[in-house]
């Protein structure tokens, strides 16, 4: 057996995670300005169609690009994530949206990290500890300092709205969390395949149970190309990227820069007013996601280097087994070069009488 010193972890791994997680707000931050652009920019009341046109052309766009489409038991994961992740969770946004003010409508998605974190700790094996329930309540109450006003009003359809598209974007996080993507496949396909999905079940309801505008001017067209190039195409690029870099919950942490983003973007172009309350709960948002990525430590390097590919569970044994033997200052390269023992010295041969 060889003694060498053990490996040193990088010094860079920290600030590597600090990048990851800036790169991947940005996606959620993005989306918090779809209100105002929404409200200042698109036909009034057509959530079903805004959703549309945010995830088919940008889909279409990424399969066109690429050319690469599911192959065997991805067409069923494609399938289920691309519901997940767009085309029920936009749809239900919208309808939470429509039915509920902003501040309430994003108090109710604040309960996505709690969903993400049972899942997670079903299907990921993660383990549930105290600081991340602390971080939840944390958001929570950020978030309904935040956003939440004195005249704002509940109702039903618009909270049920809120929860299950909630559970929707956190089964989507833990579920690609789990199976990563395809080997040899790109973001760009695995983004695009997503998107595509999301917007062919859209479309029909879209059809069916939304009159189409009579006219559109520029501005509308301008605001469709914003949510379908800015809004979905980038930003999921950057999303997914992020998911796969990132442990499921502290990915699910950097949501909370959307409603973050709108307040910002609303006191910027809307005229509205930020109090003491609202910085204070813009505080708490913060800490909430430095305590969730705190909380969670830094990725391993398979993940830095973009995160696992399809179903790789061999490289994470022999990372596990590095691991546990570096902390002994052994070289794993000694546990699979041969033994070094003593040559066997040569037996006499059989004398007259031997039997």
């Not at 902390?327 to 031997?354: I, K, N």
């Amino acid at each position: 057996m060889i003694l060498r010193p053990a490996p040193q972890e990088p010094a860079v791994t920290d600030r590597r995670l600090v990048r990851i997680s800036l790169l991947t707000a940005l996606a959620p931050a993005v989306w918090g300005s779809t209100y105002l652009v929404t409200t200042e920019f698109l036909p009034p009341d057509r959530p079903l169609l805004a959703s549309t046109l945010r995830a088919l052309p940008a889909g279409l766009i990424l399969l066109l690009l690429t050319r690469v489409l599911p192959r065997g038991i991805w067409w069923v994961r494609a399938t289920v994530l691309g519901v997940l992740n767009i085309g029920a969770f936009f749809y239900f946004l919208f309808l939470a949206a429509y039915h509920l003010p902003g501040g309430v409508a994003a108090l109710v998605m604040t309960v996505q990290p709690m969903i993400v974190l049972l899942l997670g700790s079903l299907l990921l094996g993660a383990r549930i500890r105290l600081l991340h329930i602390g971080a939840c309540a944390l958001a929570a109450a950020g978030v309904a300092l935040l956003v939440l006003q004195p005249q704002a009003a509940l109702d039903g359809v618009g909270v049920l709205a809120g929860l299950l598209g909630a559970a929707c974007m956190a089964s989507g996080i833990v579920l690609t969390k789990r199976w990563g993507r395809p080997d040899g496949v790109s973001l760009l396909a695995f983004t695009g395949w997503q998107l595509t999905v999301g917007g062919l079940v859209l479309l029909p309801v879209t059809l069916l149970g939304e009159p189409l505008p009579e006219r559109l001017t520029w501005t509308n067209v301008g605001g469709f190309a914003y949510l379908g190039i800015i809004g979905a195409l980038l930003a999921y690029i950057v999303w997914f990227n992020g998911i796969a870099r990132l442990p499921a919950l502290a990915a699910s942490f950097l949501s909370f820069a959307s409603p973050l983003c709108a307040t910002v973007l609303g006191y910027l172009f809307m005229g509205q007013t930020l109090g003491p309350l609202q910085l204070l709960g813009a505080a708490g948002v913060v800490g909430a996601v430095v305590l969730a990525q705190r909380g969670e430590g830094a990725p391993p390097a398979s993940a830095a280097e973009g995160g696992r590919h399809g179903d790789d569970e061999e490289h994470e044994h022999e990372h596990g087994r590095h691991d546990a033997v570096s902390g002994l200052g052994v070289h794993p390269a000694s546990l699979t070069a041969p033994p070094t023992v003593p040559a066997p010295r040569p037996v006499p041969p059989p004398g007259p009488g031997s039997a």
